[in-house]
């Protein structure tokens, strides 16, 4: 009937999770830029989650060129408590507050935007009903909003991780006891993904070895 050809017609749609994404010009923006301009001509209709531009990133509209202007780009703002800390470096507390903020900053400094992607990605989950979620894991915040939206919706999760996580070269947590903390984090967020994309053969041959039930 009439049902059955409109859901044999339907575009498969893709939840983009980016923190990064074009005119933000940052090294992060590009990859999920590409995503959703080649998306599209294999088949698969994105959507795109990102964060509103701010005086700390430069701009670039040129690197919107190739994306559809038919592709959803919902952006929202980011909440973060260095807008809060601001207010303490007036008051010549700024070593005092980055401190803390070291200590606090789980699983990164982006942690405000956790609960903010998570929040509208129910929204578009439940207004555009995707068959994936992609999620470009600069930062790795970014990726903690994305398993907790896999976990709450059941949508398939593929994580594309730019750079390592605990096995990274700048890797510096202040404790031991955060290093265990992240390590249990990035562990629960693998074991929530369906499958996991990176850039290098070493982090592929890492995840394949310390959570070989995941496809990386």
């Known amino acids: 009937g009439s049902a059955r050809r409109a859901s044999e017609e339907r575009v498969p749609q893709v939840l983009i999770l980016a923190y990064h994404f074009p005119p933000i010009a940052t090294v992060g923006s590009h990859r999920p830029a590409a995503y959703a301009r080649y998306l599209p001509k294999s088949g698969w209709e994105p959507v795109v989650l990102t964060r509103t531009g701010d005086s700390r990133y430069p701009v670039d509209d040129s690197l919107l060129r190739g994306i559809g202007s038919d592709v959803l780009v919902d952006r929202i703002t980011e909440p973060h408590l260095r807008y809060v800390f601001g207010a303490f470096t007036k008051l010549g507390l700024s070593r005092v507050m980055r ?83 992240q390590s249990r984090l990035e562990s629960w967020v693998v074991d929530r993904s369906d499958a996991v994309v990176t850039l290098n053969p070493l982090h592929t041959e890492d995840y394949s070895r310390r959570l070989p039930e995941v496809p990386v």
């Not at 803390?100 to 129910?122: H, K, T, V």
């Not at 903690?144 to 709450?152: E, I, Q, S």
């Not at 070269?169 to 265990?180: N, S």
């Open 99 to 181: 401190s803390i903020e070291r200590w606090i900053s789980l699983p990164d400094d982006q942690y405000g935007w956790i609960a903010a992607a998570y929040a509208r990605g129910r929204t578009l989950i439940e207004r555009v009903r995707p068959d994936a979620i992609l999620c470009s894991c600069v930062p790795l915040s970014s990726a903690v909003a994305a398993a907790l939206l896999r976990r709450a919706t059941g949508v398939p999760l593929v994580l594309d991780f730019h750079n390592e996580w605990t096995r990274n070269m700048y890797f510096d947590p202040p404790t031991a006891l955060h290093a265990r903390l």
